[in-house]
């Protein structure tokens, strides 16, 4: 069985600055990875697909990388609005998988 | 803009049967497929299965045959019935659009519902 590991699990940065969040899969999932931003009472947003193909209407400053077993989601320059939980999906083999998700705080 | 929002009474027993529905606005049911997936606290988001809008289903086996999903076209809307609930089913409770390459099994989602807390206790 696939095990998706998303690190850090917590990072903190400032608003302005990049933020690097990674996501691992035990096995390789080709580019059939996606990333969801998720805040506090709202739904979660698809943010990436295909590993590194941005969702309509996501900021050009959000952007994904990788493929196999090691991927990407950069942030280029923090908003206020972008501080939030960052959560990985593999779609590659069934059933769906999501990682344990970061939270990204303001620092 | 497709939105989805989730209903449900909010608190079940244990070992009754937690129903849900969701309800889909802003585009139509047909000629998609609709996923539950949901999260307990503290723990990473479970994909629980999908339905297509012409009832076909698929599980992830984790929920050892306990749940079950239907749709209705004619309401826009689509349900997640889940078994013998325990503790352990307590979470928020999202609904999903999936979507990219249903033939192979491949999908993401991109329209979910704010979520539902389902509180299983006595």
């Known amino acids: 069985e696939i095990v998706i590991t998303q690190s850090p699990a917590t990072l903190s940065v400032s608003p302005g600055e990049r933020a690097t969040l990674s996501c691992r899969a035990s096995q390789g999932v080709s580019s059939n990875l996606a990333w969801y931003q998720r805040k506090p009472g709202q739904a979660p947003r698809l943010l990436i697909y295909?590993?590194?193909t941005r969702a309509t209407g996501i900021p050009a400053r959000f952007s994904g990388s990788g493929s196999g077993t090691e991927f990407t989601l950069t942030i280029s320059s923090l908003q206020s609005e972008d501080f939030a939980v960052y959560y990985c999906q593999q779609y590659n083999k069934w059933p769906p998988l999501f990682g344990q998700g970061t939270k990204l705080e303001i620092k | 803009q497709v939105q989805l929002q989730e209903s449900g009474p909010g608190l079940v027993k244990p070992s009754e049967t937690l129903s849900l529905t969701c309800t889909v606005s802003g585009g139509s049911i047909t000629n998609n497929y609709w996923s539950w997936i949901r999260q307990p606290p503290g723990k990473g988001l479970e994909w629980i299965g999908y339905v297509s809008y012409s009832g076909s289903t698929n599980y992830n086996p984790s929920l050892k045959s306990r749940a079950t999903i239907s749709v209705e076209t004619s309401k826009n809307h689509f349900s997640l019935n889940l078994s013998s609930v325990t503790a352990a089913d307590t979470a928020v409770y999202y609904c999903?659009?999936?979507?990219?390459?249903?033939?192979?099994?491949?999908?993401?989602?991109?329209?979910w519902g704010q979520g539902a807390l389902l509180t299983v206790s006595s």
């Open positions: 295909g590993a590194s």
């Open positions: 999903a659009r999936n979507s990219g390459n249903y033939g192979l099994m491949l999908y993401y989602f991109d329209y």
